[in-house]
T-cell receptor, first 109, second 114 residues
């Protein structure tokens, strides 16, 4: 079957670094997406990886290892506004997105 | 900027009522999707559409139907609402370019069925 696993909740301190992990099992693979979702709002696109390695976008970076079925989202210099849920989604061979349940990130001052 | 709008942010309906949720996108996207989101679960795909008048069942189509008469509009219909359909409903659209086919979401409709 197809499955995405990510931690339910994480807590970090303002100004620190946090890494949110995601493991996936899909029928075929055509890339890995990360989305941010603030409470009561729609998910917004953060990153897309299809090749192994690290993609950096300002304070946020995303890593992919296809051989391990593993990705992580790295958030640096955490700000209070980064408190949100982070959704991992893998694209299968039919280009359908398989979604994780999301990781709720709590930032403390 | 891509804009996806949904007809209501909050909706309260009674069991047995017919419910229409409307979604409109303004970026000429080929693909449109309806998801529901419940606590502790990932986004679950109800229906999607790759073209006008075309629809495909997602993972949980039971109790729902859809309509796509125009490219920019994708409607979700609950024929006879039930309490287990209380949820957040999210509409999304994507260009349909294959690999980096990023989905863009509307603000969501929180539906309560009493």
């Amino acid at each position: 079957g197809q499955n995405i696993d990510q931690p339910t909740e994480m807590t970090a301190t303002e100004g620190a670094i946090v890494q949110i992990n995601c493991t996936y099992q899909t029928s075929g693979f055509n890339g890995l997406f990360w989305y941010q979702q603030h409470a009561g709002e729609a998910p917004t696109f953060l990153s897309y990886n299809v090749l192994d390695g690290l993609e950096e976008k300002g304070r946020f970076s995303s890593f992919l290892s296809r051989s391990k079925g593993y990705s992580y989202l790295l958030l640096k210099e955490l700000q209070m506004k980064d408190s949100a849920s982070y959704l991992c989604a893998a694209q299968d061979s039919n280009y359908q997105l398989i979604w994780g349940a999301g990781t709720k990130l709590i930032i403390k001052p | 900027d891509v804009k996806v709008t949904q007809s209501s942010r909050y909706l309260v309906k009674r069991t047995g009522e017919k419910v229409f949720l409307e979604c409109v996108q303004d970026m000429d996207h080929e693909n449109m999707f309806w998801y529901r989101q419940d606590p502790g679960l990932g986004l679950r795909l109800i229906y999607f559409s790759y073209d006008v008048k075309m629809k495909e069942k997602g993972d949980i189509p039971e109790g729902y139907s859809v309509s796509r008469e125009k490219k920019e509009r994708f409607s979700l219909i609950l024929e006879s609402a039930s309490t287990n359909q209380t949820s957040m409903y999210l509409c999304a659209s994507s260009p349909g370019t294959g690999h980096t086919d990023t989905q863009y979401f509307g603000p969501g409709t929180r539906l309560t069925v009493l």
